[in-house]
């Protein structure tokens, strides 16, 4: 009876032996799949939402006057004295600037008196082919017929001459207004000479309104049209104010992009459009700093992705998504690759053609491998 109890007694230490054995077992494996796991990238997911694709783009500039016209001395005379500064409202005819034209006057004075001389001997001419008719020397005759002929031309050409010089004398002396306006611009320096090649005075007719123009992406100026009226915020030292402005021309151009996909040597053309908006309000300076903010956004709705979950290589875009497996002691998470194509993108987001809508790994504490374990947030 007694060793029927003892033995009773081993089964059931046995079984209990057996059963601490098995759940340190257990514990053990649990423990090293958590500390496994611990090691295993960690992920921050997202999913991709149905949505309008939105373009922005500040454009800036500073306004100038539609109309300015630059006026020079061509004869490059000295400035004797300047009639206006920079913002004066100046009336057609009005004189800005007077040069020095002793010189030409006294070139004038010269060749006049060179044209008296050639008509006296034009008069001299004439007095020896008349004594020749009357003694009837044809010798003399035929002379006298040259000599008034030649000096007939040379008078002509004095005369033309003179008065070619009489004109650069009254259109460059002074510089007068062409039209009334506002000068924007004085370059004319008292007691220097006028520089031949630039304007001694920019004057800009007011009455055309004020203009200023930007380079934009082609994607964010697709929707602008000619003659489109855009709001316009303009900043002054008088404050900021928004005005209406007219698109007047939109034109293809171009800049490049230097130093894309991490690779500095790499170069890309980005297609651009030059802007040239029109404003005609009286509270308007030249001068005052502008912007204008684009906005441009697909018609109907596309599959969007965030553009830090989208990676590139050489064969194209590519995300991860998270794949799950049911094991006996969870779910166990795995990232895998998708390739994908990319139709437009900004700043922040990007649309692509179909796709699953899976759960996309947004970012990784660890680079990611195809089939690797992670973890998730949840």
Not at 16 to 45: E, H, R, Y
Not at 111 to 138: C, P, V
Not at 258 to 268: H, K, L, P, R, Y
Request: one cysteine or more; aromatic letters at 6%.
């Amino acid at each position: 009876m007694q060793a029927e109890g003892t033995k009773s007694g081993h089964k059931r230490m046995l079984r209990i032996l057996f059963g601490c054995f098995i759940g340190m077992l257990l514990l053990f494996t649990l423990f090293s799949n958590t500390l496994l796991s611990l090691t295993l990238p960690k992920v921050a997911t997202v999913e991709a939402r149905n949505g309008e694709l939105v373009h922005r783009y500040q454009g800036s500039g500073v306004l100038k006057y539609r109309d300015e016209f630059p006026l020079m001395n061509t004869m490059g005379w000295k400035v004797t004295n300047i009639a206006v500064k920079e913002g004066d409202l100046v009336k057609k005819g009005d004189t800005l600037v007077v040069y020095d034209s002793k010189e030409a006057e006294q070139q004038i004075e010269d060749e006049q008196a060179n044209l008296q001389k050639l008509k006296l001997g034009a008069e001299e001419s004439q007095h020896l082919f008349k004594e020749a008719t009357i003694n009837g020397d044809e010798t003399i005759i035929r002379n006298a017929k040259r000599d008034m002929q030649m000096e007939e031309i040379e008078i002509k050409t004095m005369n033309r001459k003179i008065e070619q010089l009489q004109n650069e004398l009254v259109s460059n002396s002074k510089l007068i207004a062409p039209f009334t306006g506002i000068v924007i611009k004085v370059n004319a320096v008292e007691g220097l000479n006028a520089s031949n090649e630039g304007a001694d005075i920019i004057l800009a007719n007011g009455n055309k309104g004020l203009e200023f123009e930007f380079t934009a992406p082609a994607k964010v100026t697709a929707n602008l049209k000619l003659k489109e009226k855009i709001a316009v915020n303009i900043s002054s030292t008088a404050g900021n104010k928004k005005v209406e402005g007219v698109i007047a021309e939109i034109e293809n151009t171009n800049a490049v992009n230097s130093g894309i996909a991490e690779n500095e040597d790499a170069v890309a053309i980005v297609p651009m459009k030059r802007i040239l908006i029109t404003i005609n309000d009286f509270e308007a300076r030249n001068g005052d700093s502008v912007v204008v903010d684009l906005v441009n956004k697909t018609e109907e709705e596309i599959l969007l992705l965030p553009n830090k979950a989208i990676h590139e290589d050489g064969s194209g875009s590519y995300v991860y998504i998270v794949e799950g497996k049911q094991g006996p002691l969870g779910n166990t998470f795995y990232a895998r690759r998708v390739s994908i194509t990319v139709i437009d993108s900004n700043e922040h987001e990007s649309a692509v053609e179909d796709f699953a809508m899976n759960t996309i790994i947004l970012e990784s504490s660890h680079p990611l491998q195809d089939g690797g374990k992670i973890r998730t947030n949840y």
